[in-house]
T-cell receptor, first 108, second 113 residues
């Protein structure tokens, strides 16, 4: 079993939709949780990071961590075609452990 | 530099040859990570350097893989006797002291033919 599990998708939504991306993890030692966005043939780009349980909001993006259920979520409001990318969740103990990524396609 | 710089951006090599991949982290960043990303897959941890501490090599897939970091800055990942299954994008990241936010380079796309 991988330490961080993520549904690979692909996930296709219409422009303006609310997108929910989710991951689960198994290691209770993870303390920091991050979401990266990766466009095709580019390196991952840090979107958001959170420490422990709770919500963190940044513009159209909200990251949520529930440590009791070991669940990580990223919500994207008013999704745009430019949001089309692969989204990777990650959890940190020393180095980052990544999920496999969810490919998101926002249709205009 | 402004960001993490990796070179070369693309590398095609013959099976059995050795390759060296270079990473130049963001100035002042003490932590440096190497990851591997196979086609359509997530990032697989390879090795982690933190300051002057002994590196965490727990992710290296075989003894054909090694990495060093000279002077606490530039790092080189070496793959000896390359195999076709080594074909992947090799990504380097760095983070500043006391932070967990890792910033990635654009990667080196390695193709073993």
């Amino acid at each position: 079993q991988k330490e961080v599990e993520q549904d690979p998708g692909p996930l296709s939504v219409p422009e303006g939709a609310i997108v929910s991306l989710n991951c689960t993890y198994s290691n209770s030692a993870f303390q920091y949780f991050m979401w990266y966005r990766q466009y095709s043939r580019k390196g991952p780009e840090l979107l958001m990071y959170t420490y422990s349980s709770g919500n963190k909001e940044d513009g159209r993006f909200t990251a949520q961590v529930d440590k009791s259920s070991k669940y990580i979520s990223l919500f994207i409001r008013d999704s745009q075609p430019s949001d089309s990318a692969t989204y990777l969740c990650a959890a940190e103990r020393r180095a980052l452990t990544f999920g496999s990524g969810t490919r998101l396609q926002v249709q205009p | 530099g402004a960001g993490v710089s990796q070179s070369p951006s693309n590398k095609v090599t013959e099976k059995g040859k050795d390759v060296e991949l270079r990473c130049d982290p963001i100035s002042g960043h003490t932590a440096l990570y190497w990851y591997r990303q196979s086609l359509g897959q997530g990032l697989e941890f390879l090795i982690y350097f933190q300051g002057n501490s002994a590196p965490d090599k727990s992710g290296l897939p075989s003894d054909r893989f090694s990495a060093e970091r000279t002077g606490g800055s530039v790092s080189t990942l070496t793959i000896q006797r390359t195999q076709q299954e080594d074909s992947a994008v090799y990504l380097c990241a760095s983070s500043a002291p006391g932070t967990t936010e890792a910033f990635f380079g654009q990667g080196t796309r390695l193709t073993v033919v």
